[in-house]
């Protein structure tokens, strides 16, 4: 388009014509790019959650436990509660790539060529109402970790919660999303959540909740208040990308 520009007499309508071309074209390029860096993909596949949005939830999972619904289509989980969203979670609804759903499905002990963290499908089932509830997260700026209180045994046999590891604002396709990359027993439970307390990362969402949880996990009544006395009330709002797979 330069290369014509000049061609052209200077200052004359072709050129006029020619130099808002090239303005049109090079902002076109600039927002595509802005669009990218936080659009969900895996190669040339593009997520996407414009069927799943308007799929029954139970349906979905099933239709993704047959592996009858297309990779491409993105678990729909709905909205964050009011709960989440005054913690400072923004309203854009929760979703999960199909491969990452596998991921923490997965039995260790049958695929140990892949990550897995053998979450039970109970937890999936209900998964829209334990993200809601969850009384507590951990925020690591623009990856926030969600602590459910559906119990289970972490890797090494000992008590715990599932956890859902969340990528905050992602663009997916035509959508912006709160992206699940992840759901799995925290390891060393109460030593984690404590550290994150510590280092001023830890989110309380909902404190009656939080000191039942917390207690029936073992943490003693005056470390657990100490605890919640350092959570914080609100997120911060950083963005993370990603564009990559995770199996």
Known sequence: IKHQIKLVTAGSP???????????????????????????????????IS???KMDYNNQLNLIEKKQLNGSNSLYVGKPSEQLQTVGLSDAPFAMNQGDYRKSRRSSAKNKNYSSHSVPYDFFEKMPQYMADAPLLIDNGGKITVVTSYGMKDTIG??????????TDQTMENDTVNLVKSAYPLDDFAARITKAAEEGKLVLANKNKA????????IQPAEVSRILTLAKTTISHQITSVNKKTE
């Open 14 to 48: 072709e050129a006029r014509r020619l130099e808002q071309g090239r303005y049109l074209y090079e902002k076109a390029l600039d927002e595509a790019a802005k669009a990218q860096k936080n659009t969900v993909t895996d190669g040339g596949t593009v997520y996407s």
């Open 51 to 53: 069927k799943t949005s």
């Open 158 to 167: 000992n008590d715990s919660y599932v956890i859902a590891g969340v990528l």
């Open 211 to 218: 000191e039942q949880m917390l207690a029936t996990i073992g």
